[in-house]
């Protein structure tokens, strides 16, 4: 196949609002060993996309500088060392960054072929969000069959993946949402109790669905503002799982005392500063748990919005505004 020298990618004139994204057209990235080149068909539209953007989220020094996260299209070139694809198989993965460009190098080992019955479109909408809730909720915060967890931001990109992995391993979900719409959405979903945060205190609500034990998993994108009400909600040896800081990194006034009183464990993680060997164990456990679940329609990712890539700016602005229900997904070709 005969790949042109030139791409066009999404770069920034600074850091700021969406308006500081352009097109731009430079070289076509060289897949280094153990990486596949990918000709992009979609690409989903992330938070960690906007903090990046806005100065807040800087990519690691050897990834590209190239915002997004997560991709889906074609393989066109391999690195030294793969042995897991070809060249002409369809692939999604979860990009260390460069997703918003004609091409992208990934590293094979976070790429997944797209579950049966998938197009791009789909297929994009899964990386960012399906890596980050195995690894938080599956892997670190341990949810099993039989628990009980609550899940914030539920209408999110995030939060649709993760009430529908939830419900699927048989968990009890309850969540919380901003309107009627949203919530109504995420019952739809699975979830058994959907809160109005503008109207509701989900640490009362949690505590009624539960005869006053609390849940077991706290999933959180909300950070500092709900890190005391958090410890309330949670039963005795539970858990609370941050992956976002919506609400503000730093904590004013907390007591820590359920901390200790309920055995609680209190964890988090961030997706990309993960190493590549743990990235390739979350691909090996979603290949080997979710993919069957994605083909056999269990679950499946939530699309809000599908826009051209030339509307990637008024895409961030979506992203900002909250407004949406599951993902925003940029299409290619």
């Known amino acids: 196949m005969s790949l042109p020298a030139t791409m066009r990618h999404v770069d920034l004139s600074g850091h700021g609002g969406p308006e500081v994204m352009r097109f731009v057209e430079g070289p076509l990235p060289v897949p280094r060993p153990g990486e596949i080149l990918v000709k992009v068909e979609a690409a989903g539209v992330n938070r960690p996309d906007v903090a990046q953007r806005q100065g807040a989220y800087p990519p690691p020094k050897d990834a590209s500088p190239i915002l997004g996260l997560e991709i889906a299209g074609e393989i066109v070139g391999l690195g030294t060392g793969v042995t897991d694809f070809q060249i002409g198989d369809r692939v999604c993965a979860l990009a260390n960054g460069g997703g918003y460009a ?64 939830a419900k699927a391993f048989g968990a009890t979900v309850f969540t919380t949402a901003g309107s009627a719409e949203k919530c109504a959405a995420c019952m739809d979903l699975g979830a058994t109790r959907a809160i109005n945060y503008k109207a509701e205190d989900f ?29 309330q909600a949670l039963a005795k040896d539970g858990c609370l799982s941050i992956i976002a800081f919506l609400g503000g990194s730093t904590v004013e006034k907390a007591s820590l005392a359920p901390i200790m009183v309920k055995r ?17 164990a979350i691909r090996d456990d979603l290949a080997t748990e979710v993919w069957p679940r994605l083909e056999r329609g269990e679950v499946a990712p939530v699309i809000h919005q599908v826009m051209p890539f030339e509307d990637v700016v008024e895409a961030h602005r979506l992203m900002e505004s909250s407004a949406h229900i599951g993902k925003i997904v940029l299409k290619l070709v």
């Open 102 to 165: 004609e091409y992208c190098a990934v590293p094979a080992s976070q790429a997944l072929p797209f579950p049966k019955g998938y197009d791009a479109v789909k297929a994009a909408a899964l990386p960012e969000t399906f890596f980050t809730v195995w690894a938080n909720l599956f892997q670190m915060a341990g949810l099993t069959e039989g628990e009980t967890v609550l899940i914030h931001g539920g209408s999110s990109g995030i939060g649709t993946t993760a009430i529908q992995l």
């Open 203 to 231: 640490v009362e609500i949690v505590k009624e669905e539960t005869d006053g034990k609390g849940v077991d998993v706290v999933l959180d994108m909300i950070g500092a503002a709900y890190f005391d009400r958090n410890l």
């Open 264 to 280: 609680l464990t209190v964890t988090g993680s961030t997706m990309r500063p993960r190493t590549a060997e743990e990235k390739r």
